[in-house]
C-alpha cells in the first residue's frame, strides 16, 4: 500500500517513534508561528532556555490580534515582541500587515513541510499540503531550540470530497456539515486527509477555511494535496520556487475514509453555543432581530469571502438594526479589493471596515449588546466568546453573514438575489497575481547584528512562573466543579483588556474563570493549592496557555475531568498541573466543589498511569487514568516543560551543564 500525505510527512521529520496511531512520535520542525497575545510567554520561556538563537528553518511572531492600545501593556508587549524576535533570529509580522494564518499561507507555508503554531487554527497552512499543528506557546519555544517535538501519532481520515459547490454556498458549508456530522470531539487524534475529484474545484482560501476549522472538530491537523491549484496561489505569490507537488500515493492506506458531496450542500448556519449545533438556514422557524454581523477572520478573511460579500449587498444597505463590521484578513487582500472595486461596494453597503486583525473573532471590540444576537464568518461560537456571556453567536458564510446584514434576520444569498445575479457569485476567483510588498515583514538579523540587540520589556511584563514537581502527598479541596466543554475563553476570557494582561501572570489570574465563576480566583487563592474537576473536553477550544498558567499560578494542582482538549491537557502538562482523567466517569457526580482530596504517593502513581483520589469529605474513593504518553509523563514528573527542556538540552550537549 501507498502512503498518505500525513504519513510522508511525519515519516521525512521522524526522528524517533513508531508510526502508530496513538503512539508517540518525536519529529523536527520546520517552521513555527506565534502571535501577540499567546506570545510573551513563549518567548520568555526560550530566553530563559538560553540559546542565542531559533533553530528553525523559519520562526515567525505576528503581532495581528489585539491592536486596540487600549493602555500601554498592549504597545509594551509589541516592542518587546519585536526586540526579542530580533534578537533571536525569528521574523516579525508587523500590525497592519494581516492576521497570522492568511499572512503565514501567504508568505511562508511550503508543500510537504511541517509547522507547529502557538494558535490553535494553525492547520489553516495545511490548505497547501503542509502539515500544521496547533500547540502550546512552550511547545513552540521548544520546537524553536531545534529538539526533536513529541506528536501523538494521529489517525489519517481520508475525506472524499465529489461534485462541485453551487454558487452561494461556501467552503464555511464544508466544514459546518464536517462538524455536523463529526462534531466537536469527532476529530480527536486525527487528521483530516481532503482528496478526490471535489479539491479541485476548490481555491487555497477555500481550503484554508476548511483546514482551519478542522480545529473546531478536536482534530490534530487537516492537510489538503499541494496540486496545480496551490502551484497557481504560489505564483500569485511570487513564491513558485517554493511549490512542489506534494499528492498522497494512488493506493494510499488510510484509518479511517468518509465522502462529502459539494454538489449537495445548502448554506448552513452552527447554533448557539458550540460550532457543532449545525442546520440548514431555512430550516429556521425563528427570524429575530439581528444586532450584529461580523465578515472576516482567518477563517473567511480572503479575496474571495470578501468580493462575494460584497457582491451579495451590490445595492443594498446594512439593515438599520444591524452593525456590520469587517476584518479583512491581509494587507494584500485589502489592496486587492480596494482596486478591483470590492471595498467601495461593501463601504457603499454601510459595512464599516476594521483592522487588519482579529478583532471581534476574540472580543477585541464589537462586543454585542445585552442578550443580542451577532452573526459572524470566523470559527467559535462558544458562549463568551464575543466577550458577553449573554450573546447569541451563529456561524454562517460570507455569503449569507451579507443576506443577514441586509435582511436583519438569518438569511441566504439566495434569499436576497434573483438566480442570474446569484450565479455569479461562482465567477469570482482569486487573482492571478497579488500585491507582494513585505515592507510589513521584519527578516531575521544576523547573528552579529542581533547581539546587539536590546531586548525591552516593559513594567507589565513579568516573569514566566515556573511550577514546582508533583509533591509526594497531595492533600488540598476541589476549587472548582464544572460542567462539561468548559473552554478555555471560559477559564482566561477574551477581550481587549483580559488580552493586554496575558505578559502579567499576577496581574490576569485575579481575573481566572471570571465570567464562569467569578469566586474562583480569590477562592483558589486562599486555598493555596487545589483541585479543578471538569466534564467532558475540559479546555476546548483556543490554544491559549494562560488556561494552564493562571490556575497554576493560584495553586491549583490538577484537573481530573472525563475527557480533556488535545491542546490543553498539553498545556496542563507543559505548566505543571497533572491532568487525571475519571475511570468512571459517573465519578464525577460523587464529588462536590470545596470537598477534601487526598492523593497518597503521587508521583509513584503518576508514573503507574493510575491515581486513586480519596474523598475525605464523602469517605470513597475513586480511581482515575493518567492518560498521557511516556515522554509526557517524564515532564510532569520533572515539573514541568522548561525544566525538561533545559534538563533535555544540557543531556545533549546543547547547553553547558551549570
Ligand atoms: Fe484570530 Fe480569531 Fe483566527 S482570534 S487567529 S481570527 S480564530
Same mark, same amino acid.
Not at 501577540?36 to 533553530?55: P, S
Not at 508587549?77 to 508587523?94: M, N, Q, W
Not at 521584519?442 to 514566566?464: D, F, R, T, Y
Not at 494562560?546 to 494542582?557: D, Q, S
Given at each position: ?23 508517540d ?66 521574523? !516579525? ?18 508543500p ?12 489553516? $497552512? ?8 496547533? @500547540? ?20 489519517? @481520515? ?6 462541485k459547490?453551487?454558487?452561494? !454556498? ?11 456530522? !463529526? ?6 487524534g ?95 422557524e ?5 444586532q ?56 457603499d ?5 476594521? +483592522?487588519?486583525? $482579529? ?8 462586543? #454585542?449588546?445585552?442578550?443580542?444576537? /451577532?452573526?459572524?464568518?470566523?470559527n ?7 466577550g458577553? #456571556? ?57 547573528e ?17 512562573? @515556573? ?7 497531595l492533600? $488540598? ?7 462539561d ?27 481566572c474563570?471570571?465570567r464562569?465563576?467569578p469566586?474562583?480566583?480569590e ?45 490543553? $491537557? ?21 464529588? +462536590?466543589q ?5 492523593? +497518597? ?5 503518576? /508514573? ?25 509523563k ?12 533545559q ?12
Amino acid at each position: 500500500m501507498g502512503e498518505n500525505m500525513t504519513h510522508k510527512i511525519i515519516s521525512s521529520h521522524l526522528v524517533k517513534g513508531s508510526m502508530v496511531p496513538g503512539e508517540d512520535v518525536f519529529v523536527t520542525v520546520d517552521q513555527t508561528l506565534t502571535h501577540d497575545i499567546n506570545a510573551v510567554m513563549t518567548y520568555l520561556a526560550f530566553e530563559q532556555i538560553g540559546l542565542k538563537r531559533a533553530r528553525t528553518e523559519i520562526s515567525v511572531s505576528n503581532l495581528d490580534h489585539n491592536l486596540l492600545y487600549i493602555d500601554f501593556k498592549t504597545p509594551d508587549d509589541h516592542i518587546y515582541l519585536r526586540t526579542v524576535a530580533e534578537k533571536y533570529g525569528v521574523y !516579525v509580522s508587523r500590525p497592519g500587515n494581516g492576521i497570522c494564518h492568511m499572512v503565514h499561507a501567504s508568505r511562508f507555508a511550503e508543500p510537504g513541510k511541517l509547522l507547529m503554531g502557538g494558535d490553535s487554527h494553525t492547520p489553516s $497552512c495545511g490548505a497547501l499540503g503542509m502539515l500544521s499543528i496547533g @500547540v502550546g506557546g512552550m511547545d513552540v519555544a521548544t520546537a524553536m531550540t531545534g529538539l526533536p517535538m513529541r506528536l501523538t501519532m494521529p489517525k489519517v @481520515v481520508k475525506v472524499n470530497l465529489t461534485g462541485k459547490l453551487r454558487a452561494g !454556498v461556501n467552503a464555511k458549508e464544508v466544514v459546518l456539515e464536517m462538524l455536523r456530522r !463529526v462534531t466537536i470531539k469527532g476529530g480527536l487524534g486525527k487528521v483530516f486527509e481532503y482528496v478526490g475529484e471535489g479539491v479541485k474545484t476548490l481555491e487555497v482560501p477555500e481550503r484554508l477555511t476548511i483546514a482551519n476549522m478542522g480545529a473546531e472538530m478536536g482534530a490534530t491537523s487537516s492537510i489538503f494535496p499541494a496540486d496545480e491549484v496551490v502551484e497557481r496561489f504560489m505564483h500569485a505569490q511570487e513564491r513558485g520556487e517554493k511549490y512542489r507537488e506534494f499528492l498522497p500515493d494512488e493506493d494510499a492506506a488510510y484509518d479511517e475514509e468518509m465522502t462529502l458531496d459539494l454538489s449537495a450542500l445548502e448554506p448552513l448556519i452552527a447554533l448557539p453555543h458550540q460550532p457543532d449545533h449545525v442546520v440548514p438556514i431555512k430550516s429556521l422557524e425563528e427570524h429575530p432581530v439581528v444586532q450584529q454581523v461580523f465578515l472576516g477572520s482567518c477563517t473567511n478573511g480572503s479575496y474571495s469571502d470578501f468580493a462575494k460579500a460584497a457582491l451579495v449587498m451590490k445595492g443594498h444597505y446594512v439593515n438599520e438594526n444591524v452593525q456590520c463590521t469587517a476584518g479583512i484578513a491581509s494587507k494584500q487582500i485589502y489592496k486587492q479589493l480596494m482596486q478591483d472595486g470590492y471595498l467601495a461596494m461593501l463601504v457603499d453597503a454601510g459595512v464599516r471596515i476594521l +483592522e487588519l486583525s $482579529c478583532g471581534p473573532c476574540c472580543a477585541i471590540g464589537q462586543v #454585542p449588546p445585552t442578550n443580542g444576537i /451577532a452573526v459572524r464568518t470566523s470559527n467559535r461560537n462558544f458562549r463568551g466568546r464575543a466577550g458577553s #456571556p449573554n450573546a447569541n453567536i451563529y456561524l454562517v458564510s460570507p455569503e449569507s453573514a451579507a443576506a443577514t446584514a441586509i435582511k436583519g434576520t438569518f438569511a441566504a444569498a439566495e434569499d436576497v438575489m434573483e438566480p442570474e445575479e446569484l450565479a455569479k457569485l461562482s465567477e469570482i476567483h482569486e487573482p492571478e497575481h497579488y500585491f507582494v510588498d513585505d515592507a510589513m515583514l521584519i527578516k531575521p538579523l544576523s547573528e552579529e547584528e542581533a547581539e546587539k540587540v536590546e531586548v525591552i520589556k516593559g513594567p507589565n511584563i513579568n516573569s514566566l512562573p @515556573v511550577p514546582e514537581k508533583p509533591e509526594k502527598n497531595l492533600e $488540598c479541596r476541589i476549587s472548582l466543579k464544572g460542567r462539561d466543554h468548559i473552554s478555555t475563553d471560559d477559564i482566561t476570557p477574551a477581550g481587549a483588556e483580559f488580552s493586554s494582561m496575558r505578559s502579567n501572570i499576577p496581574l490576569m489570574s485575579k481575573y481566572c474563570y471570571h465570567r464562569y465563576d467569578p469566586d474562583f480566583a480569590e477562592r483558589a487563592r486562599e486555598l493555596g493549592k487545589s483541585i479543578i474537576i471538569g466534564g467532558e473536553n475540559y479546555g476546548q477550544g483556543s490554544s491559549r496557555e494562560h488556561a494552564a498558567i493562571n490556575p497554576m499560578y493560584l495553586g491549583v494542582k490538577c484537573v481530573i475531568a472525563k475527557s480533556i482538549a488535545r491542546i490543553h $491537557c498539553g498545556n496542563l502538562i507543559n505548566h505543571g498541573i497533572v491532568p487525571l482523567l475519571f475511570e468512571n466517569p459517573e465519578d464525577y457526580d460523587k464529588v +462536590e466543589q470545596m470537598d477534601w482530596l487526598q492523593i +497518597e504517593n503521587f508521583p509513584d502513581q503518576i /508514573a503507574a498511569g493510575e491515581v486513586t483520589v480519596i474523598d475525605k469529605t464523602k469517605g470513597i474513593s475513586f480511581k482515575t487514568k493518567v492518560n498521557v504518553s511516556e515522554a509526557q509523563k517524564e515532564v510532569i514528573l520533572d515539573g514541568g516543560q522548561l525544566r525538561h527542556l533545559q534538563k533535555q538540552l544540557i543531556e545533549e550537549g546543547i547547553l553547558p551543564a551549570e
